[in-house]
């Protein structure tokens, strides 16, 4: 089989892949055996407050329904109680206008409070409905209301929050009480779904300014919150289906919340929801259509949340409740410690970097000390650039480890992610790694690969919370590939990219080389496309076109304008046909990419892409170093275009030694400029995925470097005795 038809049927075979049917078929909708659904919403505290002593109450039913914690993330960066149950309203994020009228607020306004209502009617709703709109996020306040309303279902509001979340699009709820009058009356709970405001913490320390300062400790409001629950669930009937739910955080600070669910439908074990994958974590949106499918009816289309459901479940011993509260205080303590260890982080990442550069150009441009001294300045240069290269995957490595509990999480997660780029530069260093010039690009461009696969396709149990992934605190994002884990993936794939087909190259077997790269590429698609694993809507779009730029140069051929358009034309058909795909499944269970092409039909696809790329833009001009991203690029171009044009002897050399280096650097920079394009923060994609890729060539250039230190004659791997006949890459053709 001629090269070209064999990397073309590698194409064809990753692509069935990625577009088969089998996995978008829609799941049978579960039996409802429960009478009545009740929701209490409550918020302000943490499961870390939660004991048998402090909240018997809650602790009860942690030990005899499902739990979980829920990400509270609405429009702002911290959640206010009214947020909260606007967003039960709508199914989607929303939030009350600030006293000025805007859509969104700092964090360090304090909230409104949630208006009592006037008879059945609250007021002031015409207000959040404008403010909702105004955020961008398509909150149809009342949905919840309304679909009740139109299929016969009783509903029945207790206290004032629960009168936003019951409200119509008109602001009126079929019937309201207060909690106190609601809990004296004892035919106040036969409706078929009661929502129930039974109060919030709100921690006198952490509020912002204008907030009336609570009545009480935050341990006297939780106890009485407690008791609250206690006296609703003995009201409610003994077969209705609860759940109890934590809204809102407790002031400025951002965590995630308590639920927890019992009844029929809820027996003891994880309660888990399809719109984030995880075990231990769910958002506020799922609550809505849970309770739209507790009582029988459809879930609207386009709403982001999935039905909550029982994983795992169990029986109710002592033993198994002190596991699940100790895994949902981990989860907790993980999310708060990691997301604030996170900007100095990446601060340290970007200065640690720069730091490396300015050494690398000393090492390089000056004359220090005599050749043996030099030869082991750029060996020391060598191994500190391929740890430089470790750090991504090794942070996502060190959530391994439990560092969170450490009553110093700094260290503590300094030391995990330092044990795993130890390993990881041994691997890379030491034979038979170390003595390939490609051997450090095989090894941690396989390591970070490989790693952020398993865990997409296991379900991103390392990435979230990790100090470069993803942070269920912000509700971005709770699987799959985010940018930043898609920038540090694609690099990965094509480092190990250009160190296999090197090899091949070398031994004069190009079509091989074209089709391991087209198989590893098609892979990676796969695996970040697929909205059962990556569900990443803008990593193909980038891929596909480097991928295929880098096969087509390993064979010799020209990348012409008719290709490009073909090529295009091919990831564009790819991605509508998986996000139709994945359209047809049912709303609970659809990623964000058949949401969107739900969107294209009714006209919100434009919302999402103005919303994405005023994002993008916004990260963009939000400081200096963000701006020299587009700068950046242009000069990677530059050089990658003309390696000798700024002095550096040691890439043009590297580029002879390694023929498959800059065809490989420029797939690289395709797959990195499209994802910086097409993807909301996307200035984050090239700017990681450097992070990864100027060590690792730093590390061959300084094996360039090395040699010609050494003398004329070099190792047998590191130097081709005649590039030009052996091991270079034919002059394209068109």
Request: hydrophobic residues 50%; contains cysteine; glycine residues 12%.
């Amino acid at each position: 089989m001629r090269p070209a038809r064999r990397a073309c049927a590698v194409l064809g075979l990753w692509l069935a892949l990625l577009l088969h049917p089998g996995s978008y078929a829609a799941a049978a909708p579960a039996a409802r055996s429960a009478a009545a659904v009740a929701l209490i919403g409550t918020g302000g505290f943490t499961w870390s407050d939660v004991s048998a002593s402090a909240t018997p109450t809650l602790w009860r039913l942690l030990g005899a329904g499902a739990s979980s914690t829920v990400s509270v993330r609405s429009v702002n960066t911290n959640t206010c109680p009214v947020d909260g149950w606007l967003a039960l309203s709508s199914g989607e994020r929303a939030a009350a206008p600030t006293r000025d009228d805007e859509p969104t607020r700092t964090v360090d306004e304090g909230c409104p409070a949630i208006p009592e209502p006037s008879g059945r009617r609250v007021p002031g709703y015409a207000a959040y409905v404008t403010a909702a709109r105004a955020a961008g996020f398509d909150a149809d306040l009342g949905l919840l209301g309304d679909h009740l309303a139109a299929a016969g279902v009783s509903s029945r509001a207790i206290g004032p929050g629960a009168a936003l979340a019951l409200a119509g699009n008109t602001g009126t709820v079929s019937t309201y009480l207060g909690l106190e009058a609601a809990l004296a009356d004892p035919g106040a709970w036969g409706a078929r779904v009661s929502v129930v405001d039974v109060g919030a913490v709100r921690d006198p320390g952490d509020l912002g300014a204008g907030e009336a300062a609570p009545a009480g400790t935050t341990a006297e409001q939780l106890a009485a919150i407690d008791r609250r629950v206690g006296a609703v669930l003995a009201r409610l009937p003994a077969d209705a289906d609860v759940i109890v739910v934590g809204l809102s955080d407790a002031g400025r600070l951002a965590r995630l919340r308590p639920v927890v669910s019992s009844g029929p439908d809820f027996p003891p074990g994880w309660l888990y929801s399809p719109s984030t994958r995880q075990r231990h974590v769910i958002q506020s949106s799922d609550l809505t259509v849970t309770v739209l499918d507790l009582v029988g009816l459809p879930v609207p289309a386009g709403l982001g949340g999935g039905v909550l459901a029982v994983r795992d479940p169990g029986a109710a011993a002592p033993a198994a409740t002190a596991d699940r509260y100790q895994a949902l205080v981990d989860i907790d303590l993980a999310t708060l410690k990691g997301h604030a260890l996170v900007p100095p982080f990446f601060n340290a990442l970007i200065y640690g970097q720069v730091a490396m550069y300015l050494l690398v150009w000393g090492v390089w441009r000056g004359r220090i000390g005599t050749p043996a001294t030099r030869r082991r300045l750029v060996r020391g240069v060598r191994v500190v650039a391929i740890s430089a290269a470790a750090v991504p995957v090794a942070s996502f490595l060190a959530n391994l480890i439990p560092w969170w509990r450490s009553d110093h999480p700094m260290v503590a997660v300094v030391a995990s992610v330092g044990l795993f780029v130890a390993l990881v530069t041994a691997a890379a260093m030491l034979p038979p790694a170390g003595r390939s010039l490609v051997g450090p690009l095989a090894v941690v461009g396989g390591v970070t690969a490989g790693v952020l696969a398993v865990d997409v396709v296991t379900g991103s149990r390392l990435q979230v919370s990790s100090m470069m992934g993803l942070q269920p605190v912000v509700g971005g994002r709770f699987y799959g590939m985010g940018n930043v884990t898609f920038s540090l993936f694609a690099t990965g794939i094509l480092m190990l990219a250009i160190a296999v087909s090197h090899r091949l190259v070398r031994g004069h077997r190009r079509g091989a080389a074209a089709a391991l790269v087209a198989t590893l590429g098609g892979l990676a698609v796969v695996v970040d496309g697929a909205p059962f694993w990556g569900a990443d809507g803008g990593g193909p779009p980038a891929l596909i076109p480097g991928v295929a730029f880098f096969v087509l140069a390993l064979l010799g051929i020209a990348m012409t304008m008719r290709r490009a358009v073909a090529i295009g034309a091919i990831t564009v058909g790819a991605f509508a046909l998986v996000g139709f795909l994945d359209s047809l499944r049912s709303p609970a269970r659809q990623s964000h990419l058949g949401r969107f092409f739900d969107s294209i039909g009714t006209g919100g696809a434009l919302d999402v892409v103005i919303r994405k790329a005023s994002a993008n833009l916004d990260i963009l001009l939000s400081s200096h170093l963000t701006l020299l991203v587009p700068f950046a690029l242009v000069f990677v171009i530059y050089v990658l275009w003309r390696p000798t044009s700024w002095g550096s002897r040691a890439l043009h050399g590297s580029f002879d030694r390694v023929t498959t280096l800059r065809p490989g650097l420029i797939a690289w920079l395709v797959v990195m400029t499209i994802g910086f394009l097409v993807n909301d923060s996307g200035v984050a994609i090239p700017s990681v995925g450097a992070t990864v890729t100027i060590p690792l060539v730093i590390a061959i250039a300084t094996a360039t470097v090395l040699g010609e230190l050494s003398g004329p004659t070099p190792a047998p791997e590191t130097a081709d005795p005649d590039p030009g006949r052996r091991g270079s890459l034919p002059r394209p053709t068109p």
